[in-house]
T-cell receptor
Framework: NAGVTQTPKFQVLKTGQSMTLQCAQD?????MYWYRQDPGMGLRLIYY???????DKGEVPNGYNVSRLNKREFSLRLESAAPSQTSVYFC????????????FGPGTRLTVL | EDQVTQSPEALRLQEGESSSLNCSYT??????LFWYRQDPGKGPEFLFT???AGEEKEKERLKATLTKKESFLHITAPKPEDSATYLC?????????????FGQGTELSVKP
């Protein structure tokens, strides 16, 4: 049981480049989440997917898009990266959005130059 | 607006020196309060969920308690391996989609 996995672990982009962060979970969870973590700001929710086929905006969605590819996979796309998107990105999952405990992946450290 | 404040920002203890971490919160109807542990370069690891004032939960040297305004994470006789950042988060009854509001964390360092 790998839990929540994320790829890549590290990424450096130039301003304006695009990329997709991948997340997969093997716990048969229905709900998945994307957070970003910045010094002094705590973890903030970008987007979430309450169940397969649905996605909704979180607290800081601007500049991002998401795709819930299937029950296991939830990807985060940066269409035109900006230095303000330099952060550590975490994916999380929970059995359902009514089940409170969220389980986190190891994170992707992204630097935008 | 829902808010979580953790104190202190950093705490240095000697091995065996017990102490407490504080998490103060304001939320429109508490659905749950969560404690996570985060090691450097890793994702948050779930520790506890508390749902109502007066509730307590324990795991090894850690004990979490909850009142109507704050939660404490008590660390009894800590060891160096307890060094980590401890995160507190809340979920309000009106938060859509399981949104958690996180505090900024307390960085705990335990020296041998």
């Amino acid at each position: 049981n790998a839990g929540v996995t994320q790829t890549p672990k590290f990424q450096v982009l130039k301003t304006g480049q695009s990329m997709t962060l991948q997340c997969a979970q093997d716990m048969n969870h229905n709900s998945m989440y994307w957070y970003r973590q910045d010094p002094g700001m705590g973890l903030r929710l970008i987007y979430y997917s309450a169940s397969e086929g649905t996605t909704d905006k979180g607290e800081v969605p601007n500049g991002y898009n998401v795709s819930r590819l299937n029950k296991r996979e939830f990807s985060l796309r940066l269409e035109s990266a900006a230095p303000s998107q330099t952060s550590v990105y975490f994916c999380a999952s929970s059995p359902s959005y009514n089940t409170d405990t969220q389980y986190f992946g190891p994170g992707t450290r992204l630097t935008v130059l | 607006e829902d808010q979580v404040t953790q104190s202190p920002e950093a705490l240095r203890l000697q091995e065996g020196e017990s102490s407490s971490l504080n998490c103060s919160y304001t939320v429109s109807g508490l659905r749950g309060l969560f404690w996570y542990r985060q090691d450097p370069g890793k994702g948050p690891e779930f520790l506890f969920t508390l749902y109502s004032a007066g509730e307590e939960k324990e795991k090894e040297r850690l004990k979490a308690t909850l009142t109507k305004k704050e939660s404490f994470l008590h660390i009894t006789a800590p060891k160096p391996e307890d060094s980590a950042t401890y995160l507190c988060a809340v979920r309000g009854v009106y938060n859509q989609g399981g949104k958690l509001i996180f505090g900024q964390g307390t960085e705990l360092s335990v020296k041998p």
